[in-house]
């Protein structure tokens, strides 16, 4: 079936210093391309999202490239802050349905 | 605006007892899903409706129902419960499948 996968499992950065989450989607038609960012005790919340139509978006310290050819896309987030610590979600809609395929989450520790 | 609610926070079930988990949204979205998330497993789709009436089976629909009767309302029922289904439950609505989700604060369920 359609999946969606997702790595590093678990990523520790010195404060300052960048980090980088990869998924891979393998429904060519899909078109959104979500990042959640997940606080302890609460519900996941969209930080970044790129449609199809783009290869890159920038918002302040956060940004997403996608590769449509190679069917990957990546969060990057620049001089990380202890509050960037969370667990993040990438996602892809499966077109023409309403199942939004979640990868398994990255775990972030940035470290002061 | 409340955004989207779920009750209760928390609960302990017997194993065969019923539970509803409700969850209501002032959005007017109409879309509306209902995910468990495991360790490790990240976000799991369970149940998912596209507009008032109708409702779709997700990665993970077994021991699940849903009804959809208005557009605010999206209650996930679990006629017989089991200890498999110990989890964080997280209902979203959105626009559609193609913009942002917004999640509830989750239920955490304990079957024992």
């Known amino acids: 079936g359609e999946n969606v996968e997702q790595h590093p499992s678990t990523l520790s950065v010195q404060e300052g210093d960048s980090a980088v989450i990869k998924c891979t989607y393998s429904?060519?038609?899909?078109?959104?391309f979500p990042w959640y960012k997940q606080e302890l005790g609460k519900g996941p919340q969209l930080i970044i999202d790129?449609?199809?139509?783009?290869g890159e978006k920038k918002d302040q310290r956060i940004a997403v490239t996608l590769n449509k050819t190679a069917k990957h896309f990546s969060l990057h987030i620049t001089e990380t802050q202890p509050e960037d610590s969370a667990v993040y979600f990438c996602?892809?809609?499966?077109?023409?349905?309403?199942?939004?395929?979640f990868g398994a989450g990255t775990r972030l520790f940035v470290k002061a | 605006t409340a955004g989207i609610t779920q009750a209760p926070t928390s609960q302990i079930l017997a194993a065969g007892r019923s539970m509803t988990l409700r969850c209501t949204q002032d959005?007017?979205?109409?879309?509306m899903y209902w995910y468990r998330q495991d360790l490790g497993l990240g976000l799991r789709l369970i149940h998912y409706?596209?507009?008032?009436?109708?409702?779709g089976k997700g990665e993970v629909p077994d021991g699940y129902s849903v009804s959809r009767a208005n557009t605010d309302d999206f209650p996930l029922t679990l006629a017989s419960a089991v200890p498999s289904q110990t989890s964080v439950y997280f209902c979203?609505?959105?626009?559609?499948?193609?913009?942002?989700?917004?999640f509830g604060p989750g239920t955490r369920l304990t079957v024992l």
């Open positions: 979203a609505s959105s626009v559609d499948p193609y913009n942002e989700q917004f």
């Open positions: 429904d060519s038609a899909s078109n959104y």
């Open positions: 790129i449609r199809s139509n783009v």
């Open positions: 996602a892809a809609p499966l077109w023409g349905g309403f199942k939004t395929i």
């Open positions: 959005m007017r979205h109409n879309a």
């Open positions: 409706s596209n507009t008032a009436g109708t409702t």
